[in-house]
């Protein structure tokens, strides 16, 4: 995730002076850009070798490994907890459960999630087809008592010197060996683009803003 979009993303929320988590932060390379701005700040990630390169990385963040469908965390713990482009990897409706419970009141989930059909969602689906998860975290999220402060799409780019270095960045972050079909399968989607220099790709990002029903006592999320 690049400058531009988490400047979109704070931009709608304040930071300072909140207690906030982040929930699938992996290696920490995001969270260390925004980790001077909350008065307190965890990442948590279920990937023990990704949270061990941030704690290396990043030795001042508490970095912990956790899952979001279980918060190791007590009751209204946080006032931020933000889903960096994870609540589709996870059991949607436990994460958001759990997340209502560690929210104190007033808190909110931030929410940051892939749209279909962008230029980088159509190079991604050919590694992993994410588009039927983000459809049923919509769902849910359509059908449950959250409240909707903030709901938006925005459309940052992505830019590779040329397309060599997108090959090289898709096999890594998907950790899949070298693969010609699927160079191949990347050129068709590209079309005319894969000559550019640089290459610049447009994505598409949902950001939305929830506050938990306040007239939950239990401050859990009834779905």
């Not at 207690?19 to 990937?47: K, N």
């Not at 989607?189 to 550019?196: M, R, S």
Request: aromatic content about 8%; glycine content about 6%.
């Amino acid at each position: 995730m690049h400058a531009e979009t988490l400047g979109h993303v704070f931009r709608a929320v304040a930071l300072k002076g909140k207690r906030m988590l982040e929930v699938g932060c992996g290696d920490g390379r995001l969270t260390a850009q925004y980790a001077h701005l909350p008065a307190s700040l965890v990442g948590l990630d279920p990937s023990e070798r990704a949270i061990g390169l941030a704690r290396e990385r990043h030795p001042s963040i508490d970095f912990r490994v956790g899952s979001g469908e279980d918060l190791p965390f007590p009751e209204a713990s946080f006032d931020l907890v933000f889903f960096s482009l994870s609540l589709h990897h996870q059991d949607q409706a436990k994460a958001l459960f759990e997340t209502a419970r560690v929210l104190d009141s007033g808190g909110m989930a931030i929410v940051l999630e892939p749209t279909p059909l962008s230029e980088v969602d159509q190079v991604c689906a050919i590694m992993h087809n994410e588009r039927e998860a983000l459809a049923r975290t919509q769902e849910l999220i359509r059908d449950s008592n959250w409240q909707v402060a903030l709901d938006e799409e925005f459309n940052p780019r992505w830019r590779f010197d040329n397309v060599q270095e997108l090959y090289q960045h898709l096999f890594d972050y998907y950790a899949r060996p070298w693969d010609h079909s699927i160079v191949e399968q990347v050129d068709q989607v590209l079309k005319g683009k894969a000559h550019d220099v640089p290459l610049f790709l447009q994505d598409g990002l949902r950001l939305m803003l929830l506050h938990p029903d306040p007239t939950d006592e239990d401050r859990h999320v009834r779905l």
